[in-house]
C-alpha cells in the first residue's frame, strides 16, 4: 500500500500552465505505475494519463495529448503532470492513484491506491 498526496492545483485563465504533483509514501514507489485521473461536478472519473512503473511507458487521454506530460522521479517518490494550454473543460479534481506493476492503465479499477485529489480550475 502506498500513501498519495496531490498539489499543485488552483485557479488559472484559459491558455495557462500548472504542475501538479504527487508525492508518495513507501520505498517501493518504483514498482507503481501511476495515473492521474480528473473529475468535474457531475461526471464519472476519467483518466488523463498514465506511467509505467519503470517510466518507460505513457498514456494520455485524446483529450490532453499534446498538452499534458506525465514524469515520474522515483528517487524523489512524486509523479508529475505538467499541463499547459489549459482550457476551461480541463476544470475537475485532480487524483493520482498507484497501481503496483502495473504499466499506466486507462482503467479506473486497476488502480489499488488513491490520493484525496486537488482542484484545478480554469477560467475563460
Known amino acids: 500500500q502506498v500513501r498519495l498526496v496531490e498539489s499543485g492545483g488552483g485557479l488559472v485563465q484559459a491558455g495557462d500552465s500548472l504542475r501538479l504533483s504527487c508525492a508518495a509514501s513507501g520505498r517501493t514507489f518504483g514498482t507503481y505505475a501511476m495515473g492521474w485521473f480528473r473529475q468535474a461536478p457531475g461526471q464519472e472519473r476519467e483518466f488523463v494519463a498514465g506511467?509505467?512503473?519503470?517510466?518507460?511507458?505513457?498514456y494520455y487521454a485524446d483529450s490532453v495529448k499534446g498538452r499534458f506530460t506525465i514524469s515520474r522521479d522515483n528517487a524523489k517518490n512524486t509523479v508529475y503532470l505538467q499541463m499547459n494550454s489549459l482550457k476551461p473543460e480541463d476544470t475537475a479534481v485532480y487524483y493520482c492513484?498507484?497501481?503496483?506493476w502495473g504499466s499506466g492503465s486507462p482503467t479506473t479499477s486497476a488502480y489499488s491506491d488513491w490520493g484525496q485529489g486537488t482542484q484545478v480550475t480554469v477560467s475563460s
Open positions: 492513484a498507484a497501481d503496483l
Open positions: 506511467i509505467s512503473w519503470s517510466g518507460g511507458s505513457t
